[in-house]
């Protein structure tokens, strides 16, 4: 059995990369991919404080997680689709309508 | 620790060998079948000696060599690493599945007790379904990676198919759970072994003698679940009458319109291999797996009282041959709908999902609750 | 140094590429298949942990369901066109990234955290498990969460309509 911090450091590497994703890709689809992954680093940090506590309190939250996280990527999808018949892109720089 | 993995390795090794014969065997009965079914020979041309064994030379030589010697192209915008990814995927998903569904009950050999299934997972009948939602990627990749609209077309109308029928089948099994109260594929099997007379209380005498000698297999205990699963077995698989995504007449081949030769021949073994799958899933959740009516662990049983003492080995021989003979009548089965009923239209085929199958699987769910919580 | 222990590195490092895949590859389908690649290893970890049924689900919901969704998406709008790459933006950015690492790791590392796990029974982390922990204490969230799906449904198809 591997310590615990391997995976926390785990998560915490998969969660910077997602981070990376979101803050320096130009396309919207790829942005919102990186929001799951990120979604997913703090799953897999709670699953594994659940297994090293001994408490299922942990997996009830990542069930939880994982029905709103399905909820955000639905909206989030059906969000770029409308925006796309409008801009016909998906480059989130194109989207400056609210900037002053 | 080194016998153990043997043991699992060769039960691996059994069901695989099954499986792929028998969707080979189900290539053939498909086109003898189809052949008596519209009273024309099919095929017999292929022979060798002169031997030409009603067809069996043809579908089960001359074809797979046909098909492995062919040109293996990708189209030329095509994704190359994807277009072979696909068929893999699908092959791969439709096989894997079967590593959670009982052949036997066990198998005593010295001091050793082999479950006769090759994974006992915890999760048990999940994990069918978590295979089958994966197996969508085979028809989304292999479509997008033809670039081709007629193959995206039918890959987006097979996965919203798939998807949409994956509901009603997780649905329709909910009753067969609540009732055996386990998610385990084996404890399910088992647990249709015994009697409705054994599972009903004192109260209800009125049903015990009526019926209360029959096993308590999942068909008698959850009629309209079955009819359901089914259905939406059917659905998954892609087969007349659900067949729009590979619709041969509308949209040239669907999403394997830009396959040919060794992948083509994947998608086809994959198809059939999931006939196999849905075949015995419906006999593990619906017709008690491996039983044979009234057959203990020791022999027969018969509810007026007679008793037949049988040896460990012929009852465990019994039963793996129960589960192949009910395997083999449910692709059967499937094969003959192919060829009796026309397609059905894409937007039927999703309002029968969505608006006929699962409220009618949401029903189903509610009465059984009731009727459990009736007869305690 | 045993079999879980390697198993879990070797799973640990495809992770971690499967996620650099995910955010450096050009391709935007290819990115999507990291992705299901990335949280199918995921769920592999989840069980490893103790955890199947969230692991099942992970497979069931994540990979299954919600990345065909993303994969619908990227086939329907069809992006033809190649996003920009300015160097400045990926330095900086995975400059904060790699300081979001480092510190995140620091501060994990070192907390009061046991270090072996705590002896796991037979039924931690079944789905009987977990049933009954989220149909009693966690009722409330749970059907919170119905609504919240609900809600979900009606907004994604209020958005994504066509004008007539």
């Not at chain 2, 079948?33 to 579908?59: C, E, W, Y």
């Not at chain 3, 299954?64 to 998406?73: D, K, P, S, T």
């Not at chain 3, 066109?81 to 950015?93: I, N, T, V």
């Amino acid at each position: 059995m591997v310590p615990l911090d391997y995976y926390l450091i785990l998560g915490a590497v998969i969660f910077a990369i997602g981070v990376i994703g979101v803050l320096v890709r130009r396309n919207l689809i790829v942005v919102l991919m990186s929001i799951e992954l990120m979604l997913n680093a703090v799953n897999l940090t709670f699953v594994a404080f659940s297994r090293y506590l001994g408490s299922m309190q942990g997996q009830v939250i990542v069930f939880f997680v994982m029905a709103v996280a399905a909820a955000e990527a639905v909206i989030g999808l059906a969000i770029v689709i409308s925006v796309f018949r409008h801009r016909r892109s998906l480059d989130p720089q194109e989207m400056q309508l609210l900037k002053w | 620790m080194i016998v153990d993995i043997g043991i699992v390795a060769v039960k691996a090794f059994l069901v695989l060998f099954m499986v792929l014969n028998l969707a080979g065997i189900l290539g053939w009965i498909e086109r003898k079948g189809s052949a008596l079914i519209q009273d024309r020979i099919g095929a017999n041309r292929a022979s060798v000696l002169g031997f030409a064994g009603m067809g069996l030379v043809n579908t089960l030589v001359a074809d797979p060599l046909k098909f492995l010697t062919k040109e293996d192209f990708v189209p030329s915008q095509g994704d190359k690493f994807l277009h072979t990814l696909a068929p893999c995927m699908a092959l791969f998903t439709a096989l894997v599945t079967f590593a959670v569904i009982p052949f036997g009950d066990i198998l005593v050999l010295g001091e050793r007790v082999i479950n006769l299934q090759v994974a006992n997972l915890n999760i048990g009948i999940l994990y069918v379904f978590a295979i089958g939602s994966l197996g969508v990627y085979g028809i989304v990749i292999g479509a997008w990676a033809s670039n081709n609209k007629f193959s995206l077309l039918g890959g987006v109308r097979g996965s919203a198919q798939m998807i949409s029928y994956e509901v009603a089948m997780g649905l329709s099994v909910i009753g067969i759970l609540m009732v055996f109260g386990t998610l385990e594929l084996q404890e399910i099997a088992r647990g249709q072994g015994t009697l409705i007379r054994d599972m009903l209380p004192e109260s209800a005498g009125f049903l015990k003698s009526t019926i209360g000698w029959l096993p308590a297999w999942g068909i008698f205990l959850q009629p309209l679940a079955f009819l359901l699963f089914f259905t939406a077995a059917v659905a998954e698989t892609k087969r007349i009458p659900f067949d729009l995504p590979e619709g041969e007449s509308e949209l040239v081949a669907g999403y394997h319109v830009e396959y040919s030769g060794g992948k083509f021949l994947m998608f086809f073994a994959g198809e059939f291999a999931e006939i196999v799958t849905a075949a015995g899933l419906m006999t593990t959740l619906f017709f008690g797996g491996w039983q044979v009516p009234y057959l203990m662990r020791d022999g027969f049983h018969f509810p007026w009282g007679e008793t037949v003492l049988l040896p460990h080995l012929a009852v465990t021989a019994l039963q793996v041959a129960a589960f192949t003979l009910k395997v083999i009548f449910f692709c059967w089965l499937q094969i003959l709908l192919r060829w009796s009923v026309p397609r059905f239209r894409y937007d039927q085929v999703m309002r029968l999902g969505w608006k006929m199958l699962l409220p009618l699987a949401l029903l189903n769910v509610i009465v059984t609750a009731i009727v459990i919580i009736a007869l305690q | 140094m045993d079999a879980s222990a390697i198993l879990f590195y070797v799973i640990s490092a495809l992770l971690v590429l499967a996620s650099l895949m995910v955010v450096f590859l050009r391709n935007v389908v290819h990115c999507a298949l990291a992705l299901v690649v990335a949280l199918f290893l995921i769920a592999i970890l989840f069980v490893m942990l103790h955890a199947p049924m969230v692991g099942v689900l992970q497979v069931l919901v994540y990979a299954g369901a919600i990345m065909v969704l993303f994969l619908f998406v990227i086939m329907f709008l069809n992006p033809t066109a190649s996003e920009p790459r300015p160097k400045l933006w990926w330095g900086f950015g995975s400059l904060a990234a790699l300081l979001l690492a480092a510190s995140l790791a620091a501060l994990l590392s070192n907390g009061g955290a046991p270090a072996d796990p705590v002896a796991a029974t037979e039924i931690f982390g079944s789905p009987e498990t977990l049933a009954k922990s989220l149909f009693t204490d966690f009722v409330l969230p749970f059907e919170i969460t119905s609504v919240l799906l609900l809600v979900a449904i009606i907004g994604a198809v209020v958005l994504a309509k066509r004008e007539p």
